[in-house]
């Protein structure tokens, strides 16, 4: 394949852009909702008990979800494009590779494995302190400015956040040490995906990203966790349809989507919208699961919410310079 930009991001920007990017995160922030209660759910088998969902680990949910999406990817990709129009060059392939470990394999792994040690309330409010380190990387490099408008936003996103999730008030978080952990260094892979996916959007189409973001995620985790592992564990069959699902909410659907926001939108702006996750999260679980809302809870979902519309308000004279790659 050669280096062409891919055609969003070599045409002209639209007024309307930024606004189909938010659009394409919000709904990828309410499929992470809904797989982020599925996930817990599974965990403490409250979803279908006695079928043997409450033995997937985090690794085998991780390596399910990552090589089901990415067989189903290769499948649909060669019948409507061929191998041909497949390949990288070299440089840029090994790019994609390191987003995949680092950033998708490892994001996706430490954060369930943070909400099985502790909860999800935990597992989001760490993992999203993400805009700030977007921002402080965005702005240490040049590629963004500091400007009042995106530093109250993330503000707001975190403050918000932590109202959502009950981390004020009524609210306790369940802190366990290894959860924490995992959580933080979720929080860096969600971070590192949000810049390096940018950068490699800008030139090629999010389904060829995610194609190889996923080969990537999935090679590591056969080594990690061989084949033989798992049919070792004996999995059911009610087990497996749970993860062939799971795989298709939490993954290929929401991550096809953020990488289509990701073309439209910059790092810190995209990253922020994705903080509407923890907020469906609670909507979802309120009308699913017949959970309270609470004020402060209300309190901290208006905030989230305008912390969208805070990081839109541009700057003046701001230009804004071509994202490079991760050093």
Not at 189 to 204: A, D, E, P, Q
Not at 237 to 262: I, R
Request: net charge positive.
């Amino acid at each position: 394949m050669s280096e062409t930009p891919s055609a969003a991001a070599s045409s002209p920007s639209k007024p309307y852009d930024a606004y189909l990017g938010y659009i394409y995160i919000g709904l990828a922030a309410v499929l992470w909702g809904v797989s982020a209660s599925l996930g817990r759910a599974a965990f403490t088998e409250q979803l279908l008990p006695g079928s043997g969902i409450r033995n997937v680990s985090p690794l085998i949910l991780s390596q399910a979800r990552t090589t089901f999406s990415f067989l189903l990817v290769l499948v649909a990709l060669l019948i409507r494009r061929g191998w041909r129009q497949l390949r990288l060059p070299w440089h840029d392939l090994l790019r994609v590779i390191i987003l995949g470990l680092f950033g998708v394999a490892a994001s996706n792994y430490f954060y369930y494995l943070a909400i099985q040690r502790t909860n999800v309330a935990t597992a989001i409010i760490v993992q999203y302190t993400a805009p700030i380190w977007v921002l402080l990387y965005m702005v240490a490099r040049g590629f963004e400015r500091a400007t009042l408008s995106k530093i109250a936003s993330v503000f707001l996103a975190i403050t918000g956040i932590a109202l959502v999730i009950g981390l004020f008030g009524q609210g306790r978080l369940h802190i366990d040490g290894l959860g924490l952990a995992a959580a933080v260094i979720a929080s860096f892979s969600f971070t590192f995906y949000n810049i390096g996916g940018h950068y490699v959007l800008s030139k090629y189409d999010r389904y060829i990203v995610l194609l190889f973001t996923t080969m990537a995620a999935s090679l590591f985790w056969v080594i990690v966790n061989p084949p033989t592992k798992i049919a070792a564990a004996h999995y059911s069959a009610t087990a497996w349809l749970f993860l062939t699902v799971f795989a298709m909410l939490s993954l290929l659907l929401p991550f096809s989507l953020y990488f289509a926001g990701l073309q439209h939108l910059e790092p810190t702006k995209a990253i922020v919208a994705s903080c509407l996750e923890p907020v469906f999260t609670v909507l979802i679980a309120a009308i699913a699961l017949k959970e309270v809302v609470r004020p402060m809870q209300g309190v901290g979902i208006v905030m989230v919410l305008c912390a969208i519309l805070v990081v839109q308000v541009p700057a003046r004279a701001d230009s804004q310079p071509p994202v490079g790659p991760v050093d």
